[in-house]
């Protein structure tokens, strides 16, 4: 469903827009994506709503058929790109696993806020993102996601999720979209 409305206390979640993931390439220009991300974050905090920026820095235990590491990562792997422009409002979630809520505080810290939904963008669409969506919505948090604030290293999983996923769990838009509900003067 398209995006119709945002609730009055709706927080940004920005999923794994750091360093090590973003040096590769994705099924869409990975610059656009964080430029996207980056309006979101600055419309957010213009109009005080929670801002979350979550990274990863480590994977869960288990085994899988696909490799998940090529050797060492680069000391500044986890960090978040520079164009997030983190504030100290702003809050950090740490993840090891895909979604942002398993062994976090982040469903503690939005119900502290009094967060009835949440916007969601980042990388990968088909992995973090969705995943973080899945379980917000198990936990009764309205969901939109940012569609062109995200993207995938596979155009046919991102295109999965978007298409087919996303609709299922919440509404979807454009951050052009997002923005325009927020600057919305209230009725």
Not at 79 to 90: A, F, G, I, S, T
Not at 100 to 118: I, M, N, P, S, Y
């Amino acid at each position: 469903m398209t995006i119709t409305t945002l609730d009055p206390k709706t927080a940004l979640i920005i999923i794994d827009l750091q360093k090590g993931i973003t040096a590769h390439p994705g099924a869409h220009p990975i610059d656009e994506i964080v430029a996207n991300a980056a309006t979101l974050t600055d419309a957010f905090r213009r109009h005080d709503l929670p801002v979350v920026l979550v990274n990863v820095a480590g994977t869960a235990p288990g085994r899988t058929e696909q490799a998940l590491s090529k050797g060492p990562r680069p000391a500044d792997w986890a960090e978040l790109v520079p164009e997030l422009n983190r504030q100290p409002q702003d809050h950090g979630v740490t993840k090891r696993t895909w979604g942002a809520f398993k062994d976090t505080d982040l469903e503690e810290h939005l119900k502290r806020k009094g967060v009835t939904q949440v916007v969601i963008a980042g990388i990968a669409t088909s992995i973090g993102v969705e995943s973080t969506a899945r379980h917000a919505y198990e936990l009764g948090f309205n969901v939109t996601l940012a569609v062109d604030a995200m993207t995938d290293r596979n155009a046919a999983s991102h295109a999965n999720s978007v298409t087919y996923i996303f609709p299922r769990l919440g509404e979807t838009g454009t951050t052009q979209e997002i923005v325009a509900l927020l600057d919305k003067p209230a009725a």
